[in-house]
């Protein structure tokens, strides 16, 4: 995950809403996530999914913003190009708001990617979430100013969809 945001380009980090000049160093990001997994799930400032396809780590989720039992945030990278457009960014993003509904009791899984960042929106719209507003901020330490939509979906409308 540190090496897909540290080893990409300026263009298409600032495509996802990232300032580059923002990203930490490898050896602090590491240190900092592997503080954060060995918390309890309670106390945990974000919480990862791998995704792996034939075997090869392609991309990951988190959750941050974690409220157990109440909502959390989720981000979405699917690290490998081939595999975009392929269909296979929803159905990762699928199977991690499982494990984040049942994992942590959450009532609401939202998402607010960059409102310029069509494939991360498209993606939400396709599993079902509601575009709730379309607001300006700086949605992370690592992100710059920006337009972001927030996305929302309740377990019960998660629940109905995936039947």
């Not at 799930?41 to 396809?53: E, G, I, P």
């Not at 199977?95 to 939202?110: C, H, N, P, Q, W």
Request: glycine content about 8%; aromatic content about 10%; overall charge positive.
């Amino acid at each position: 995950m540190i090496d897909y945001f540290l080893g990409s380009s300026r263009p298409f980090l600032e495509g996802m809403g990232v300032e580059p000049s923002r990203l930490p160093s490898r050896a602090d990001w590491l240190r900092a996530a592997l503080a954060d997994h060995e918390r309890p799930d309670a106390d945990k400032s974000r919480f990862y999914v791998a995704w792996l396809h034939d075997g090869e780590l392609v991309g990951h989720s988190s959750l941050s913003h974690i409220t157990p039992g109440e909502t959390g945030l989720c981000h979405l990278h699917l690290w490998r190009p081939v595999l975009r457009r392929s269909g296979r960014g929803a159905a990762f993003l699928a199977a991690s708001i499982d494990i984040y509904f049942e994992r942590f009791g959450l009532k609401t899984v939202a998402c607010q990617p960059y409102a310029e960042n069509p494939a991360a929106n498209r993606v939400l719209t396709k599993l079902g979430f509601r575009l709730v507003r379309r607001y300006r901020t700086v949605p992370s330490d690592i992100a710059f100013e920006q337009d972001v939509n927030r996305h929302e979906i309740d377990r019960a409308e998660w629940s109905a969809l995936r039947g």
